[in-house]
Nanobody, 126 residues
């Protein structure tokens, strides 16, 4: 049974940085694709960033490319999202998601993930 727990959200001003963590409980973490999605009020859940387990290849939404960095530490069963130069439009609940050995074309699709965390609020406001 896989469980995911996010941490690190908060309230920051525009231009600030924030780091999110996703702790994975279960076995074979390195075989799972890990991703971050976000959902703002009144909006659909959208892909933010993903990282494969086998190759550690990373994928980003255009809106965050160059500002956000996703990484993973397989020894700690943890995935990370470093967010720099945050903007008000980054405000959302951020969810960690995991699924096993997704193909590249599925990484950005929220309906391909079986496991989700409870979400952590990120608010960017002055």
């Amino acid at each position: 049974q896989v469980q995911l727990e996010e941490s690190g959200g908060g309230l920051v001003p525009p231009g600030a940085s924030l780091g999110l963590s996703c702790k994975f409980s279960g076995s074979a973490f390195r075989t799972y694709t890990m991703s971050w999605f976000r959902q703002a009020p009144g909006s659909e859940r959208e892909f933010v960033a993903g990282i494969k387990g086998s190759s550690s290849s990373t994928y980003y939404a255009d809106a965050v490319k160059g500002r956000f960095t996703m990484s993973r530490d397989n020894a700690k069963n943890t995935a990370y999202l470093q967010m720099n130069n945050l903007k008000p439009e980054d405000t959302a609940v951020y969810y960690c998601a995991a699924d096993r050995q997704l193909i590249t074309s599925s990484v950005r699709l929220h309906n391909q993930y079986d496991y989700w965390g409870q979400g952590t609020q990120v608010t960017v406001s002055s």
